[in-house]
């Protein structure tokens, strides 16, 4: 890895002779511009510093805390920014559990929790927005882990009302309706009455949650 690449937050791997010390891979917890040096964290607790030696004099030699030895892990995917935690929190997700790309420029955002993947992509007439973009992928992210246990738009289901009881619904959510894809989006739709039961808690402290961040945002 080189210098310039390097980001706090990104999770890398590491081989050559300190491999024995992050045999689980490392975060990039700080970044120090004066000698071209980055700080490395393992999974155990393991502090190391490496060094990007082109980026010095010629004469500098290679030693055993060579930023060469550091490579990205999972194709660029990072962990998610600690601005974004809150978001993915409203929307039910474990944000130490999912992890990002962020491809400034093509315009897209990725996200991703296991082998589950999603993205958002900047329209052309549309301006370039990080905080929009990594709420709509996180939210297509959300739909698609749920989508085993959710019935489709438009098909027969269950889902929780704020004073805890379950309702049912011929009709399905619509997908047209704000409040139904929020919920959608949320998790709060059951194929049968015991999984919405089940789920009830979970649902009403998503969607005070919700009801919490708009507030704060005077909306």
């Known amino acids: 890895m ?3 690449d390097a980001k706090v937050g990104m999770e890398v791997v590491v081989t050559g002779e300190q491999a024995d010390h992050f ?3 490392a975060v990039i917890v700080d970044i120090d ?6 700080r490395l964290k393992g999974a155990y607790g393991e502090h190391l510093w490496f060094w990007d030696i082109n980026s010095r004099k010629h004469e500098s030699p290679r030693n055993v805390f060579d930023m060469s030895d550091i490579h990205l892990k999972d194709c660029d995917f ?3 920014p600690p601005t974004t935690h809150l978001l993915a929190e409203y929307l039910g997700l474990d944000p130490e559990k999912v992890k990002c790309y962020v491809d400034k420029e093509n315009y897209t955002i990725k996200v991703k929790q296991g082998d589950v993947e999603a993205k958002a992509k900047k329209t052309p007439q549309d301006k370039w927005d990080f905080r929009l973009g990594m709420g709509l992928a996180l939210c297509r ?8 246990r959710k019935p489709a738009f438009k098909e027969p289901c269950h889902y929780v009302l704020k004073d805890g009881f379950v309702n049912f619904t ?10 139904d894809s929020v919920m959608y989006a949320m998790g709060n739709v059951f194929k049968t009455q015991k999984e919405a039961e089940d789920n009830t808690e979970e649902m009403l402290k998503r969607a005070n949650m919700v009801i919490e961040f ?4 005077g909306w």
């Open 23 to 25: 045999p689980e891979g």
């Open 2 to 4: 080189k210098f310039e």
């Open 141 to 148: 992210l959300k739909e698609k882990l749920a989508e085993p």
């Open 214 to 217: 708009c507030k704060k945002q």
């Open 78 to 80: 990072r962990k998610l």
């Open 33 to 38: 511009k004066n000698d071209f040096s980055v």
């Open 170 to 179: 011929t009709m399905g959510l619509l997908e047209d309706f704000i409040q």
